[in-house]
DNA sequence: CGGTGTGAAGTTCTTCACAGCC
DNA sequence: GGCTGTGAAGAACTTCACACCG
């Protein structure tokens, strides 16, 4: 009575979830180390940038491989670069936004995404007025072009910029279309397959979570 | 050689920072279905909406109360009343954005935190030819009056969308001003004090772990 | 019955501590 | 001497399983 394995069908050596997602983080403060000119870093220098210990740090990156040398520490750039290869950063990705209305046209004209390698070549809404619209370097396209569109363009990636009630039908959309990740705006819970990955981007959650702490701060001191 | 109690200066029965991480979804699920009209749900019925096991929903509101009946269920009016009161959501908060570039002014106008008590009542920014802008419903001011605004303002809540190079300059600028809960718009790994709480909005870190999964799930099956 | 609340068991994640190497 | 890599120990979190209740 053990089914443990996360991500479905089990490819090996289990990586634990939450080493991937720090990985990212390492990654920038790696590449602004970088950029800063120096070369190599020890997990406890690197530990301080990310309030992280370094015990932690070490764990996660044996996971890889072993990229430290003794007494020394880490070259900065070839472990940038190692870390990129693992998580697939060495390539760029295509990515769709789904609804274009305030949100969605500043996902689109978003700078962040395009130097990190990640592209939105497509762009869809429901609203046929929308359709056929130029935003930036994609042009409106109606929901019916989903599945032709992710085929052709080679899109891995879909972007839910639509509000909180279409957001579940969006998503069972495209993951009809076989997309597996899936970035979301929408103010909701999504429920999708197992091998279907959702990240949650939420600045209202991240609100309400601390102000559970605020209030704590300040039932302790009177007033 | 044991220090455990995360948050400071502990305050007493130790709530793990995962439960009060998850108490939003649960409000929002709850508040869903009151909407729907739904007057009692089980924990069984609210894990189904939220992909959680039945048991973390009970364990997780038994730190708060006894919020349920025996063979029934959570009323489900109740229970989000209880836990918002939790939360601390049975109020307003004011908040400071801090930078009013392309973001800070998407933030600003943004339609979702005000009917969820968040209202954004200052915004600041170190460019003069912006100080004095009139932005939705407040006026830009400069990075001088921070301390006077947020004392004036009750503001607790500091909200950052400022460059990268510039987001630690201005959250260290916020701690020194008693703020204790920041929302981080920037893509950085911000340091403060343990009794501050960050939270970072970010995309390219969620889009980043994704890639993780794409790049396995296509290596293991050929192209 | 059906479903909560909760100690106890089980699992996952983090930190320790030290051998080994530069 | 300084720092990595890593089994082992420890802490945190999740799930089980069942007494108890409506």
Sequence with gaps: MKISNPSGSGSGSAI???VILRLPLYVRILTQL??????VVSSRELGERLSVTPAQIRKDLSYF?????????YNVNYLVGELRRVLGLDRDWNA????VGRLGRAI????????EGFKVVAAFDADPSQVGRQLDVVTVRPMEDLAKAIAEQKIDIGIV???????QPVINK??????????????VAPQVPGDVRVRNIDPVLGLQTMTYHLKMMKERKGK
Tied chains: 1, 2.
Excluded at 34 to 39: P, Q, V
Excluded at 96 to 99: R, S
Excluded at 174 to 181: D, H, R, S, T
């Design 108 to 115: 689109i004209s978003y700078p962040g995404f395009s130097p």
């Design 161 to 167: 910029a639509v509000p909180a009630p279409q957001a």
């Design 174 to 187: 495209l993951v009809e279309c076989g997309i597996k990740a899936i970035l979301n705006y929408a103010p």
């Design 65 to 73: 491989g072993r990229f430290g040398k003794q007494g020394r520490g």
């Design 34 to 39: 970088r950029d800063e000119g120096i070369e």
């Design 16 to 18: 634990p979830e939450v």
């Design 96 to 99: 769709a936004v789904v609804g």
